[in-house]
C-alpha cells in the first residue's frame, strides 16, 4: 500500500521543482544597460524606421512620401539627393598615414617590453645584450610595417577590380550606374542575378525569390511580394515586401524603389559595427600584464591594484582587472 501512494508524492515534488525553477526564470534581473558599452549602444544594428514605414504603404502613397515616380528621379533631382545622402557605401576602415600605423606597431607590448629590457642593458653595462634586443625590435618593427603596407596595397588593387553597377530609371529611361551613386528615391530594375544595391521596396514583383543567406544565414531563397505589409514581422528581414542591401535574386523579375542607401541600410549599420575599433584579446591583456610587472616592479598577482593609468593610456589597452 506505501508503494501506490509515493509516486503522486514524487510527482507532486517534481512539479513544485518545476514551478520553482518556472518562477526563478520569470523573475530574473533585466540585464543593466549601464554596462553596455557606448560603442555598443552608438553602433547599433537596425533596421532603418523609414525601412519599416514604407513595408505599410501601397505603391502610389509611397512614391509621394519619397518624392518620387514610377517613371524614375530626373538626373538634376538625383544629383541633389547624392549630395545630401552621400555616396552609397557601407562604412569601411579608415585609410592612416604611414606615421600613424608606425606609430600604433611602436605600441605593441612586446616592442615595449624589448625597448625597456634593452635600455636597462644598456644602463647595466652590458651593451651587447641591448643591442641584441634593440636589433630585435627594429627587424620586427620593420617587417611588420612592410607586411601591412603590402597587403593594404594588395587590397585596394583588389577592390578598384570589382566594378559593381545597377539597372536605374532615370528620366524615363533604364540605365546602369554605378553603386555607390544610388539615390533615395531611384526606381530600380530587378533581375535573377542582382544584387540588392540598398534597402528597397518592391512596386511589382513576379516570381521573386531572394537570397537573404548573407544577413541570416538562411540556406534557401525567400519569396518576395509587393503588396502593403502593414503590420510589422517580429524581425524585420522577415518582411515580404522589402528587399536588403547585400542580399541577391535568385529568380523572378521586379521593380523597386529606394529607401535608404549606404550606411543607413541595415548592412551599412553592420559594417559600422564591425569596423570600429575592437577590443583587446586575453592575449594582449596577458602581455600586458607582463610588461606592467617588468616596468613596475612588482608581482603580477598585485598587478590589478597597482596598474598607472598612463601606461594604459600609451597602450590603447584595458587595464587588467
Known amino acids: 500500500m506505501g508503494t501506490p501512494d509515493s509516486k503522486p508524492a514524487v510527482e507532486n515534488s517534481s512539479a513544485k521543482v518545476n514551478a520553482g525553477a518556472l518562477g526563478a526564470t520569470a523573475t530574473l534581473p533585466a540585464p543593466d544597460e549601464s554596462q553596455i558599452p557606448a560603442k555598443a549602444k552608438q553602433h547599433n544594428i537596425r533596421v532603418s524606421p523609414a525601412v519599416l514605414d514604407a513595408a505599410g504603404k501601397d505603391g502610389d502613397e509611397l512614391l509621394r512620401s519619397l518624392r518620387t515616380a514610377s517613371a524614375g528621379l530626373a538626373q538634376s533631382e538625383a544629383d541633389s539627393r547624392a549630395r545630401t545622402a552621400g555616396p552609397n557605401e557601407v562604412a569601411q576602415e579608415r585609410q592612416r598615414g604611414w606615421f600613424i600605423r608606425f606609430l600604433i606597431i611602436l605600441r605593441n607590448p612586446l616592442v615595449i617590453l624589448l625597448a625597456v629590457l634593452s635600455s636597462i642593458s644598456f644602463a647595466t653595462g652590458d651593451p651587447r645584450a641591448g643591442s641584441v634586443m634593440a636589433g630585435m625590435i627594429v627587424l620586427s618593427v620593420t617587417l611588420r610595417f612592410l607586411q601591412e603596407t603590402r597587403a593594404g596595397a594588395a587590397a585596394a588593387k583588389l577592390k578598384a577590380m570589382i566594378h559593381v553597377t545597377a539597372t536605374v530609371v532615370r528620366n524615363g529611361k533604364p540605365q546602369e550606374i554605378p553603386l555607390r551613386d544610388l539615390v533615395p528615391g531611384d526606381i530600380i530594375n530587378l533581375s535573377a ?48 515586401n522589402i528587399c536588403f542591401m547585400g542580399t541577391s535574386v535568385q529568380s523572378g523579375t521586379a521593380t523597386a524603389v529606394v529607401v535608404v ?61
Open 261 to 321: 542607401t549606404g550606411v543607413q541600410t541595415y548592412l551599412g549599420t553592420m559594417a559600422s559595427s564591425i569596423t570600429q575599433e575592437g577590443t583587446p584579446t586575453s592575449f594582449v591583456n596577458a602581455i600586458a600584464r607582463i610588461l606592467f610587472a617588468i616596468v613596475g616592479g612588482a608581482p603580477a598577482s598585485n598587478l590589478s591594484n597597482r596598474t598607472d593609468g598612463r601606461i594604459n593610456l600609451f597602450l590603447g589597452i584595458e587595464a587588467p582587472h
Open 193 to 240: 542575378g542582382d544584387m540588392i544595391p540598398g534597402d528597397v521596396r518592391i512596386l511589382s514583383a513576379k516570381d521573386l525569390f531572394v537570397s537573404q543567406g548573407t544577413l541570416t544565414g538562411e540556406s534557401l531563397p525567400v519569396e518576395k511580394f509587393h503588396d502593403a505589409d502593414p503590420n510589422a514581422a517580429n524581425s524585420p528581414v522577415e518582411l515580404k
